[in-house]
Structure formats: structure tokens, C-alpha cells
T-cell receptor, first 110, second 114 residues
Framework: DAKTTQPPSMDCAEGRAANLPCNHS???????VYWYRQIHSQGPQYIIH???NNETNEMASLIITEDRKSSTLILPHATLRDTAVYYC???????????FGTGTRLTVIP | AAGVIQSPRHLIKEKRETATLKCYPI?????VYWYQQGPGQDPQFLIS???????DKGSIPDRFSAQQFSDYHSELNMSSLELGDSALYFC?????????????FGPGTRLTVL
């Protein structure tokens, strides 16, 4: 699976949009971009995933660049409960494991 | 909606003892995954099962074994426990492949080895 690079930490003001970047320059054509988050010591929570088109659900939006070498997770209106470690994971369909890198620790500030 | 259930939520054992962790996947999910997260570390994949057969193996010690049963629940058996086995153990499940590969995680079991 392709390696990902994320900033180790970010801050965001409550109510503002949080934009979390991820680089995955070695992504293959059959690999998806998944985003999970982990709120302190809880189980990782699935957020969103995509292949090449932008995706949106009730939690977030995922913007994937045209060359697919990077993506951005957008939390449109961050709340204090969004404080967590966010993991960008690239994996192919049918893969049996997720490789969690170091992720981005997002702190939402009141 | 029903989620992944793990039991027990907390477990304290002595060195060299054994432990069994249980995982009940989301209904109609046929694949189960186990992950280990040490203190201050990121989750690491241990092993997975699809339709009761081992489908992939990660950094699982030989002292650990796991299986998936006919009702799709899974158990992780850990023997000769060491202090370094103290960690959070997460189970995840995913639906039949045609319905997608997204893994949904349980709340975890916190194992403390004294």
C-alpha cells in the first residue's frame, strides 16, 4: 500500500472549517484514500473514503487532486468533539489490513 | 445502528498468564480484523479472518492465536503474557466484499499485564 504523509498536528478554531492535508504521491490506480479518526483511546472511527472523485457525507468532505497524489479532508464546522487524531490511509480494494501512520492530531480550540 | 462489540472492555492479567478477548462483528459482516495499539502508538494490524478462514497476518506474536467461529464472532487468545502486551486491542469488521471494504471498529479491550 502507498505511504502517506500528514502534518503531525494542527489547530482549528471552533466553528471554522478544518482542512487536513495528506500526501500520497505513490498511490496506485486501484488504491482508495480512506480517512479515520481516533478520539482519545476510543476505537478508530471511519469518516470517508474515495478513489478519484470528491466525496461528501454527513461528517466531512474529501477532496482528491486530479493526479491523486494528495487529498484534503474537510470538516466544515469543527466542534470541540472533533478533537482527535486523523489518519489518512491508502489501501487497495480487498486489502485485509489498514496501515495507520502517525496521523494528524487536530485540536479544536474554543 | 449495531456496532462491533468487544469483551471484556478491561482486563488485568499477571505475566505468563493467558487471556482471551472476544469480538462480535456488526450483523451480516463476514470479515473480522484485530489490531493492537500500544501506549502512545498507532494501531497495528495483527490478523484477519474472512468466512472463518485466516485471510491475512500482520505482526502477531507466535504466542497469540485467533479464530473466527460459525456465528462470525472472533476470539484472540494470548498466552505467556508479557509486560509489553499491555495495550488496547481493537476488533473491526467489514461487510461482504461486494458491499464495500470499510472497516468498522469496536471500542477496544484494554489489557494490562502486571
Amino acid at each position: 500500500d502507498a505511504k502517506t504523509t500528514q502534518p503531525p498536528s494542527m489547530d482549528c478554531a471552533e466553528g471554522r472549517a478544518a482542512n487536513l492535508p495528506c500526501n500520497h504521491s505513490t498511490i496506485s490506480g486501484n488504491e482508495y484514500v480512506y480517512w479515520y479518526r481516533q478520539i482519545h483511546s476510543q476505537g478508530p472511527q471511519y469518516i470517508i473514503h474515495g478513489l478519484k472523485n470528491n466525496e461528501t457525507n454527513e461528517m466531512a468532505s474529501l477532496i482528491i487532486t486530479e493526479d491523486r497524489k494528495s487529498s484534503t479532508l474537510i470538516l466544515p464546522h469543527a466542534t470541540l468533539r472533533d478533537t482527535a487524531v486523523y489518519y489518512c490511509i491508502v489501501t487497495r480494494t480487498g486489502a485485509n489490513n489498514l496501515f495507520f501512520g502517525t496521523g494528524t492530531r487536530l485540536t479544536v480550540i474554543p | 445502528a449495531a456496532g462491533v462489540i468487544q469483551s471484556p472492555r478491561h482486563l488485568i492479567k499477571e505475566k505468563r498468564e493467558t487471556a482471551t478477548l472476544k469480538c462480535y462483528p456488526i450483523p451480516r459482516h463476514d470479515t473480522v480484523y484485530w489490531y493492537q495499539q500500544g501506549p502512545g502508538q498507532d494501531p497495528q494490524f495483527l490478523i484477519s479472518f474472512y468466512e472463518k478462514m485466516q485471510s491475512d497476518k500482520g505482526s502477531i506474536p507466535d504466542r497469540f492465536s485467533a479464530q473466527q467461529f460459525s456465528d462470525y464472532h472472533s476470539e484472540l487468545n494470548m498466552s505467556s503474557l508479557e509486560l509489553g502486551d499491555s495495550a488496547l486491542y481493537f476488533c473491526a469488521s467489514s461487510p461482504p466484499k461486494l458491499a464495500g471494504d470499510t472497516q468498522y471498529f469496536g471500542p477496544g479491550t484494554r489489557l494490562t499485564v502486571l
